[in-house]
């Protein structure tokens, strides 16, 4: 099963995939590309969990994605072969992206304290007071590439999920093992699951 629609994990209902490590031939992962159907349902789930999500508090967010990073650093050489295995780079290269998918969290709270907390705003006019507040928009989709499977998709969905947007993640058909321990992790670190939807295809 490669796909995690509506809080499950299922294979698609499309056509046929397979997952090739260039370097060899091995086959790293094989199931089916989710359907138009599947992807609705998958939308209209992070749609109905975004009513919820958007309401919890951003240090509760935070410690979330918090105990995802922690996850990424203890699995770090695994994830790293994986993303190995799956592009052809050379491991150094991927054991250095892991390394920026896990600084993306920190990097990602300084952002948003810096743009998005809750300001005061004197405007200049007496007794005039205003407050600047940013809100979440809803269900974010996530297009994921094969050259940088983790940190490219992670750097979209670690700010989205921190600001109180779900997120529908569809990975390159290249490289679909990758966004699934990705999903694992975020799962593992406590995120509600309709939080996050996969789609690969």
Request: contains cysteine; aromatic residues 4%.
């Amino acid at each position: 099963t490669g796909c995690f629609i509506d809080g499950a994990w299922v294979d698609g209902a499309g056509e046929a995939m397979v997952d090739i490590d260039p370097t060899d031939g091995d086959v790293l992962w094989q199931g089916h590309a989710a359907t138009s159907a599947q992807v609705d349902q998958a939308v209209r789930a992070a749609a109905a969990a975004f009513a919820t999500w958007r309401h919890v508090p951003v240090e509760e967010r935070h410690a979330v994605l918090t105990r995802y990073a922690a996850l990424m650093q203890r699995d770090k050489a695994e994830l790293a072969e994986l993303i190995a295995r799956e592009t052809g780079k050379p491991l150094w290269e991927c054991t250095g992206e892991v390394g920026a998918m896990i600084g993306k969290i920190a990097v990602t709270k300084r952002a948003w304290e810096a743009r998005c907390s809750e300001r005061r705003i004197n405007p200049g006019v007496a007794d005039v007071v205003g407050v600047r507040r940013v809100k979440p928009h809803g269900p974010v989709v996530v297009f994921g590439p094969f050259n940088l499977p983790g940190h490219l998709p992670n750097g979209h969905m670690v700010p989205a999920l921190l600001a109180g947007n779900t997120v529908v993640l569809k990975p390159s058909e290249q490289t679909p093992a990758t966004a699934i321990a990705m999903v694992e992790r975020l799962l593992e670190a406590g995120l509600p699951t309709g939080c996050i939807q996969l789609v690969q295809g």
